[in-house]
C-alpha cells in the first residue's frame, strides 16, 4: 500500500517528537500521597512529548538534591501539612531553592503551592474556610496574570484544601477567590497554586470516597460542595477545567529547558 504524503510527515514528526523526549531531562512529579497523582497534568506532558518522572515521596522515596538533573519540577497535593514535621518536607523545600538559584521552573498544585510560597519566605496557616468542590476564581488585576492567562477573567476551579498561603516576597498575585484572596502566585517562571486544576475525573471520585468523613465534618462551610454536587456534570467541568490547564501549563513549559 503506497504512503501518503500526509502520513509520511506525521511519522517524521512522531518521530521527531520521540527523538526529543529521549534527549530531553524529565520533569520531577513530586507525590505525596497515592491518590494525588499528576492527573491531567501528566496527560499534558505525554501530549507534549514532555518526559516525566514520578518521585513518590509517599513511598519513602529521596528528595533529590540537585535540581538541574530535571528541566523542571512539579509538586502535587496532599493531605499533610507542610508545616508538619515530616522527613521529606525540609528538604523539599530546599529543592524547591535550589531550582530557583539554576533557573529550573518550579509548578504548584495545593500543597505543592503552599511548599513552594513557604520555601520562597512566605507562611501557610489555616484558612478562613475550608474549600472542597467546584468554585469560582478570578484573575488579579494585574499584567503577571494577563501574562499567564491571557484574556481569560474567571473561571470554575476544583478546590480542597484548609489551609492557605501568603503570597512570598517578590511574587505577584495571579488567582483569587471570595474565601480564599490567594488562590495563585507567579514568581518569574515559578507558579505555584492553591486550587486545582490537574483533576480527573477518576481523582474527583477517589477524593470524594477517600474524604468522605471531612466532608460530612465540614457541611456547614460555605465552601464545601455535597458529593452530589461535586460530581453534578463533572466530565464537562473537566473539560473546561483542563482548557485552563492547558493555558497555564502552556505558559510554565515555556520556561523548561529542551535540551541537556
Not at 13 to 36: D, Y
Amino acid at each position: 500500500k503506497p504512503t501518503s504524503t500526509a502520513s509520511t510527515g506525521s511519522a517524521t514528526s512522531a518521530s521527531a517528537r520521540a527523538l526529543q523526549c529521549r534527549e530531553m531531562k524529565p520533569v520531577a512529579i513530586f507525590r505525596h500521597a497515592p491518590t494525588e497523582g499528576p492527573g491531567y497534568f501528566a496527560t499534558y506532558l505525554e501530549r507534549k512529548a514532555i518526559p516525566w518522572k514520578l518521585i513518590a515521596l509517599d513511598e519513602g522515596r529521596a528528595v533529590p538534591r540537585d535540581a538541574r538533573r530535571f528541566c523542571g519540577l512539579a509538586f502535587m497535593g496532599g493531605p499533610m501539612s507542610v508545616n508538619d514535621d515530616l522527613p521529606w518536607i525540609i528538604p523539599a523545600l530546599e529543592l524547591i531553592r535550589d531550582a530557583v538559584r539554576k533557573d529550573v521552573p518550579v509548578l504548584g498544585h495545593c500543597l505543592g503551592g503552599q511548599m513552594m510560597a513557604k520555601a520562597f519566605g512566605g507562611a501557610v496557616r489555616p484558612a478562613p474556610v475550608k474549600e472542597i468542590g467546584w468554585g469560582e476564581v478570578r484573575a488579579a488585576a494585574n499584567g503577571v496574570a494577563r501574562d499567564w492567562l491571557g484574556a481569560l477573567e474567571s473561571f470554575e476551579a476544583f478546590h480542597w484544601h484548609g489551609e492557605t498561603f501568603s503570597i512570598p516576597p517578590g511574587a505577584t498575585r495571579v488567582l483569587e477567590n471570595a474565601h480564599c484572596a490567594n488562590q495563585a502566585f507567579a514568581l518569574g517562571k515559578h507558579f505555584g497554586m492553591q486550587c486545582h486544576v490537574e483533576m480527573t475525573a477518576e481523582l474527583v471520585r477517589d477524593w470524594l470516597r477517600g474524604g468522605a468523613r471531612e466532608i460530612e465534618r465540614a457541611k456547614d462551610s460555605p465552601g464545601v460542595q455535597k458529593p452530589a454536587e461535586v460530581e453534578r456534570d463533572l466530565e464537562g467541568r473537566l473539560g473546561a477545567l483542563h482548557a485552563v490547564a492547558d493555558r497555564v501549563y502552556d505558559r510554565w513549559t515555556e520556561g523548561i529547558s529542551r535540551g541537556n
